[in-house]
């Protein structure tokens, strides 16, 4: 398994497990949707550009891709795997709580230069994607049912991350799959 879709709402930690599985497998490089979408202060790039970076970046050998249910259109057709991040909601809202404080005044690494983080403006963005929660598990779960064959892991715990880190790991062992 060598191409890998790192999906969930915001707060979900999709930046920090494509960190930690590029970290392990240094062969498959990180891609954050985020920094293909974004130029400065939030603003998206236009959608032709972004379009045509991430088909870019979806034509190599191996990568693993994290970002939000509207990533999945582009990339779902070209991965071989996919890890669905669904913590519960009380965790979402706590790192979203903590992640602008943590980030105050700069960019976080996943992101483009110029992309701050001040609470006020992530609080109102956050209570957004907190209430859309429905929305987020539908677009996903449509997407998936379209998609025979993926390898899928549905990710509500820590156990359940260690155990899909585990097995894709060891899947780049295995020249079967």
Do not use: C
């Amino acid at each position: 398994m060598r191409k890998l879709i790192i999906i969930g709402p915001n707060g979900a930690g999709k930046s920090h497990l494509a960190a930690r599985l590029a970290a392990a497998r240094p062969d498959v490089p990180a891609v954050s949707f985020d920094a293909v979408k974004l130029t400065t202060n939030w603003r998206q790039r236009p959608r032709a550009l972004i379009e045509a970076d991430l088909y870019e970046a979806l034509q190599k050998d191996s990568w693993i891709i994290e970002g939000g249910p509207s990533l999945l259109p582009f990339a779902i057709d070209h991965a071989d795997s996919l890890m669905w991040l669904d913590p519960p909601e009380w965790l979402r809202a706590w790192r979203l709580i903590v992640r602008p404080l943590r980030n105050i005044g700069r960019t976080r690494p996943e992101l483009p230069q110029g992309n701050i983080d001040w609470p006020w403006e992530q609080y109102n963005f956050a209570m957004r994607s907190l209430k859309n929660r429905a929305g987020f598990r539908t677009k996903i779960s449509t997407q998936l049912a379209a998609t025979p064959g993926l390898r899928v892991w549905r990710i509500r715990s820590s156990a359940d991350a260690s155990s899909a880190i585990e097995q894709w790991l060891g899947a780049a062992d295995r020249p079967d799959v």
